[in-house]
């Protein structure tokens, strides 16, 4: 069976997105944070912007079944849309 990265879910809080990965590593599901404004994570940091950035959570295909459920049990599931 071919592997590939997917999507797990998408965030506008790089906290909390931080957070979940840290909960699925734990868990022994290696996840991916994904920016779709690279730069904005810098501006947030250096000039203290608000700058909008939509981050993806990605994983091994093979683990969404695990991943999801890992979530579910926490109080981020309502995040998952799949």
Known sequence: MKTEII????????LIAEEIQR???DKGIYALLESDNPASSFLNTSAGTGTIENI???????????????IKDTS???LLTK
Do not use: F, P, R
Not at 7 to 14: A, M, P, R
Not at 57 to 63: F, M, P, R, V
């Open 7 to 14: 999507e797990l879910l998408t965030i506008g809080d790089k």
């Open 23 to 25: 909960i699925l590593e």
């Open 56 to 70: 993806s959570i990605k994983i091994n295909s093979l683990d969404y079944e695990k991943a999801s459920t890992v």
């Open 76 to 78: 981020y599931s309502d």
